[in-house]
């Protein structure tokens, strides 16, 4: 069955500290991933997707995140925090069986950042 | 705001009550999905539509829960005879069709929050 593991529920960081959230997915076929950000009271927000080509997708606010298919991962990085980046993170896959259109979340990955 | 708009925000019922949750898209989507989002997990697919046709219903939880979209704008979720492990929070989101070789998007609501005591 398809699923998306998270690998860290709860990240504490100061600010300026850089960031690695990792996520690995189970799936068979062709991917589409994402990573979706919900800050407190607010909506689930698309933080950036990657479909096909560069492995390595720059989303908003500086955020990046690499696509390594050998190892089922779509790790979510940024060098340096900001205390607005305290937020709820969510790694999602959607694959062609699907027609791209269910996405899978991961658990989510609950961020504080300490001024 | 444009963005996807959910109603009502807050629904608290009593076991056993029905409950029916409305959602209206963005204008130019004709994808809408249904997720429900329990603590500390991450989103759950449901159900999704494209226009008013309901192309994979094999999420829902149970018999008790349904959605409609009449006619390929808003769309309605209802839970019958509501038990209080229904209490989550329940998303919707809209998208564009997919594209060649990959999907668009989802965008998402602010979600109804439903308690059943």
Redesign the interface.
């Known amino acids: 069955a398809q699923s998306?593991s998270q690998h860290n529920?709860h990240v504490i960081l100061s600010e300026a500290a850089s960031l690695e959230l990792g996520c690995n997915y189970s799936y068979g076929g062709?991917v589409?991933l994402?990573w979706?950000v919900q800050y407190p009271g607010?909506?689930?927000?698309?933080l950036l997707?990657y479909?096909?080509g560069d492995p390595l997708v720059k989303g908003i606010k500086g955020f990046e995140a690499e696509f390594i298919k050998s190892k089922f991962s779509f790790n979510l990085r940024k060098p340096s925090v900001q205390w607005s980046d305290t937020a709820e993170y969510?790694c999602?896959v959607?694959g062609i069986s699907?027609?791209?259109?269910?996405?899978?979340?991961?658990?989510?990955t609950r961020l504080a950042v300490h001024p | 705001d444009t963005?996807?708009s959910q109603d009502p925000r807050h629904k608290i019922t009593k076991r056993g009550q029905n409950v029916t949750f409305r959602c209206d898209p963005i204008s130019e989507h004709n994808?809408l999905?249904w997720y429900r989002q329990t603590l500390?997990?991450?989103?759950?697919?449901l159900t999704?539509f494209q226009n008013e046709a309901q192309?994979?219903k094999s999420r829902l939880l149970s018999d008790r829960f349904s959605a409609e979209r009449p006619k390929g704008s808003f769309s309605t979720l209802e839970i019958q005879r509501t038990e209080q492990g229904d209490s989550a929070m329940y998303?919707c989101?809209s998208?564009l069709p997919?594209g060649q070789?990959?999907?668009?998007?989802?965008?998402?609501?602010?979600?109804t929050r439903l308690t059943v005591t």
Do not use: D
């Open positions: 998306v529920h062709t589409n994402f979706y607010q909506h689930l927000q698309l997707k479909f096909s969510f999602a959607s699907g027609g791209y259109n269910k996405l899978i979340f991961g658990a989510g | 963005g996807v994808r999905y500390g997990q991450g989103p759950e697919f999704y192309l994979e998303l989101a998208s997919s070789g990959g999907g668009s998007p989802l965008h998402f609501g602010n979600g």
